[in-house]
Antibody, heavy 118, light 107 residues
Framework: QVQLVQSGPEVKNPGASVKVSCKTS????????ISWVRQAPGQGLEWMGW????????HYGQNFQGRVTLTTESSTNTVYMELRSLRSDDTAVYYC???????????WGQGTLVTVSS | EIVLTQSPATLSLSPGERAALSCRAS??????LAWFQQKPGQAPRLLIY???NRATGIPARFSGSGSGTDFTLTISSLEPEDFAVYYC?????????FGGGTKVEIK
């Protein structure tokens, strides 16, 4: 069965960076991509970006251009999301989700809480 | 980027009633619109993709319709487990975008 397992909660100071992992299993890694979506406390969903599992091609949300980088590690079927120059309003739950081109996000990770506070 | 506007923000209904949720796009997204359900403390769940196709395991009481810029998610008869927040999302163009959500609450 398809599974996406994310790394644990993080607490960071403003200005720091965070790197969240999403380990996938149960499907052919190179045949799908991974989207990242975040949700601030009490707020809606915000799409951050997508990376192709096979090609490594990326697309990023306008609010994150230049501040987020998505990478893959095909040897472990893992995708990473790095967000830099953290601010207090980056405090959120970050989700990864499988997204094949031509389809919607169908399997989701459990979410990773990132707290930015001094 | 394409902006999705959902209405109403909150829908107060009783179990057994019909729910109709709206999603309007700032430009045509053809039929590339999906609906997600989210309950407190849980990850979103895909309900409908490409306007009207139910995802695996989604009950038939959920249906989607529309095209271009106007879309509707209909829940024919609300079950207790359907009270949640619903989001629409377009995949017509990068960057993908979500609507602001509609909360379906118990009246």
């Amino acid at each position: 069965q398809v599974q996406l397992v994310q790394s644990g909660p993080e607490v960071k100071n403003p200005g720091a960076s965070v790197k969240v992992s999403c380990k996938t299993s149960g499907y052919t890694f190179t045949s799908s991509g991974i989207s990242w979506v975040r949700q601030a406390p009490g707020q809606g969903l915000e799409w951050m970006g997508w990376i192709g599992g096979g090609t490594g091609n990326t697309h990023y949300g306008q609010n994150f251009q230049g501040r987020v980088t998505l990478t893959t590690e095909s040897s472990t079927n893992t995708v990473y999301m790095e967000l830099r120059s953290l601010r207090s309003d980056d405090t959120a739950v970050y989700y990864c989700a499988r997204k094949t081109l031509g389809a919607a996000e169908d399997y989701w990770g459990q979410g990773t809480l990132v707290t930015v506070s001094s | 980027e394409i902006v999705l506007t959902q209405s109403p923000a909150t829908l107060s209904l009783s179990p057994g009633e019909r729910a109709a949720l709206s999603c309007r796009a700032s430009q045509s997204v053809s039929r590339y619109l999906a609906w997600f359900q989210q309950k407190p403390g849980q990850a979103p769940r895909l309900l409908i993709y490409d306007t009207s196709n139910r995802a695996t395991g989604i009950p038939a009481r959920f249906s989607g319709s529309g095209s271009g810029t106007d879309f509707t998610l209909t829940i024919s008869s609300l079950e207790p487990e359907d009270f949640a927040v619903y989001y629409c999302q377009q995949r017509s163009d990068w960057p993908l975008t979500f609507g602001g959500g509609t909360k379906v609450e118990i009246k």
